[in-house]
């Protein structure tokens, strides 16, 4: 074990002296790419199998990863990046497929729903073709399937059925010994994403109590209700998840919440940066980026990674929403506001998530 870490950091020195970046072998990169992209270093390839229309504005993707990819847990996300116009993009997405499938057989699911003026879902739905190499990050994410088993309540809305879908197709093929239901919201039903998957796992999983519920097909609106979770047997006694679109999940835990469900059984899979109240705080400040040797100024209406980006530099990152770390920056002096909670940073060296650090003063970063 120490042979592997002291060769690891033999690596990482050798790539800053001759490379400046902390993985040389990623510098073989472009020509790896052009003979087997599955052989590139940077990021874990992933070959895009087979591409699913699920509906009109949904589909599924096939993936075969790398077999060094870590593998991943039902309800996880990943980040994935892809070349849109020659510019590397990363996205999060859910994976779809239960870890059964990539212990099998080495590949997994992602579902993507096309969104209006999206950049990265349109040319996936647009351009993406079956063969193309993609680039696929670890796993992350606690939207888990609870251990040891107890009764659960899903609640979804539209593409939030991604999450879900790995955790019943996990919980099926494991013989989940506790009572599940499924409320899922669409807006028509042609809207519905999997559904013969969804049909099929109620008919082979007895435990699963499964209702989906169109909420545009009447004169009237049909949305979650005092009813639907009034039918739930021991509704009290359940894990709640909760994917689907913000005035959903605030409608879903408003309810819970009225029948004595504490937040710390309310679980979500969440796609948006929350912001905290800022309040009245002085921020923004002069943003050294040492490792590059290069100051800008900020405004303090906006953070270190788009600061950054917008400086021209290109530091790793992935969700952008405070979740997966991977842009985790070394800051060697100032202070920094975390965007989400509202926190301070202390004013001397640690590490920061700088998709969610606002500057508050003259701050420095190692990039």
Sequence with gaps: MLAKQTQSRTLHWLGRQLFNRDDPAAFFDPLLERINPMWVQEYTPARVEQIIQETPDTRTLVLKPSRRWSG??????????????????????????????????GRVT??????????VT??????LKPGTVIGIGDAFGDFLVPEPAQPVLFISGGSGITPVLSQLE?????DYRAPVTLLYFVRTGDDIIAGEKLQALSARYSALTLKIIATHETE?????????????????????FLCGPAGLMDLARNLLHQRGIADTDIHSAVFSVPQADLGNQALGGQVRFTGSKLDVGSEGDATLLEIAEAAGLSPRHGCRMGICHQCS?????GTVINRLTGQSSGPGEENIQICISVPKGPVSIDI
């Design 329 to 333: 920056c070394r800051k060697t002096a």
């Design 220 to 240: 009237s609106p049909r949305y979650l209700s005092d009813e639907d979770l009034d039918a739930i047997p021991g509704i009290k006694a359940r894990q709640a």
């Design 122 to 127: 349109n040319w996936i739905h647009d351009e």
């Design 72 to 105: 991943f847990r039902a309800g996880q996300h990943v980040n994935i990046c892809i070349d849109v116009g020659g510019i590397r993009r990363n996205r999060t997405f859910s994976l779809s497929s239960s870890p059964i499938l990539w212990q099998e057989q």
């Design 170 to 174: 996990t919980m099926a093929a494991t």
């Design 110 to 119: 992602l579902t993507i729903k096309r969104l209006p003026g999206g950049r």
